[in-house]
């Protein structure tokens, strides 16, 4: 029997350093545990559909990356619910203990721990009534809480907030988000495209303040959250209170075993960490920078989850990693559907190419294509990807013309 490989933590980054190790050829066997009920799934409906849908038709298995039957073909032994309770690592390997007292020993470890919901720093953030998002237990109580709620306030004007305000909007609840930024999105966007999102959701009927934070929140006389006091003493009524502040990436085992963290993980692209028998990846990780030398850069996307994981998995193998993909994200927001590729942090220039039902922003480094952000416009989305995975650029002067089809403007850098 060949060595060990254990994964802790059982999401899409976790699976995809099983499937990543398995394909490369890994003969031992591959443990992955995870503390949901639940083995892998897909966290991106959860904010979308998965609200947006009536309780009786969904099925959470239905939202599985894998069936049982892929696990035993691929021989991963599967071990939900369970937590990993300390680890004994030494240069070569080392032992598990996990929360019931099982001991698992294993010559490689991998890291995909995810991470966890930042929690709001006001009084009240612990009223009945008052929840994040980042499991499908999660998903299941704000969706339940939709059913009954008629004002909702979601603190927080990124991804996962925009997305469950859609949601909630759509179910007919009055939805107002705030954002302490002078606009939403504003870590990971262009001013334009915040403006295009928020004059699309305004439309809707979702209220927008934003440079202000929630200073605390109120119960009502059912002890149940009531209203959100804003720092300015507006008080905004609240059945139902959404916290989407961002996220933390979970590095407490990381850190008992000595690993690099910064913020996140310290890994290379490919999942490297400073430790020779400890690769990671997912939501846990930092990497790189790839356009400001010196810098780290976390991302929080399927995508890198997936390119990552498989990656680290074939590390552990002992095998190349190859090389790693575009960076890509998407959003779906109502009637909208974000479309990112590339990383634009870090640009020096943009091009703004809207009509009155799309938007593109192109962003340039030095001149050259680094990343493209759409909404509704697919075939911008897909030729700047395509430009993007090739090792080329898009003409920064003739992109500005919306007329101009922008795969005809690929050129070599």
Not at 354 to 381: C, F, K, M, Q, W
């Amino acid at each position: 029997m060949g060595e060990t490989l254990l994964i802790v933590g059982a999401g899409e980054a976790g699976l995809n350093i099983a499937i990543g190790a398995r394909e490369a050829g890994h003969t031992g066997p591959v443990i992955l545990v995870g503390g949901e009920s639940l083995g892998p799934y897909q966290r991106p409906p959860l904010s979308k559909e998965y609200l947006a849908a009536d309780g009786d038709d969904l099925d959470p298995v239905e939202l599985e990356l894998r069936a049982a039957e892929f696990y035993a073909d691929h021989d991963i032994a599967l071990r939900p619910g369970r937590r990993v309770h300390k680890v004994d690592l030494a240069e070569t390997g080392g032992t598990a203990v996990l929360d019931d007292g099982t001991e698992i020993g294993f010559a490689r470890l991998a890291l995909a721990t995810g991470s966890v919901p930042r929690a709001l720093p006001a009084p009240g953030a612990d009223l009945p009534g008052v929840l994040s998002l980042r499991t499908i237990d999660d998903a299941a109580a704000i969706r339940a809480e939709l059913d009954r709620a008629g004002h909702v306030v979601v603190i927080g004007g990124g991804f996962v907030g925009l997305e469950v305000a859609t949601a909630a909007a759509k179910r007919g609840a009055a939805v107002t988000v705030v954002e302490a930024a002078d606009r939403i999105l504003a870590r990971v966007v262009a001013a334009p495209l915040s403006d295009f999102v928020t004059e699309r959701h305004e439309a809707q009927g979702i209220r927008f303040r934003l440079g202000t934070t929630v200073a605390g929140l109120r119960a009502n006389d059912a002890g149940r959250v009531g209203a959100a006091v804003l720092a300015d003493g507006t008080e905004l009524p609240a059945d139902l209170v959404v916290v989407g502040i961002g996220a933390v990436p979970t590095v407490d085992l990381a850190r008992d075993l000595g690993l690099r963290c910064e913020g996140g993980i310290v890994t290379d692209e490919h999942g490297r960490t400073d430790h020779p028998a400890v690769v990671a990846a997912g939501d846990c990780t930092v990497q790189p920078h790839p356009h400001l030398a010196g810098r780290l850069l976390g991302l929080e996307s399927v995508n890198n989850a997936a390119e990552q994981g498989r990656a680290a998995g074939r590390i552990a193998a002992g095998t190349d990693p190859g090389p790693r993909g575009v960076p890509w994200f998407w959003s779906n927001q109502g009637d909208l559907r974000i479309q990112i590729v590339g990383v634009s942090d870090g640009h020096d220039d943009l091009v703004v190419r809207r009509s009155e039902d799309r938007i593109t922003v192109l962003y340039y480094r030095d001149g050259v294509l680094i990343a493209a952000d759409t909404v509704d416009n697919p075939r911008d989305h897909n030729a700047a990807k395509r430009a993007l995975a090739n090792g080329q650029t898009i003409d920064r002067e003739a992109a500005a013309d919306i007329e101009v089809p922008l795969k005809s403007l690929v050129r070599p850098v």
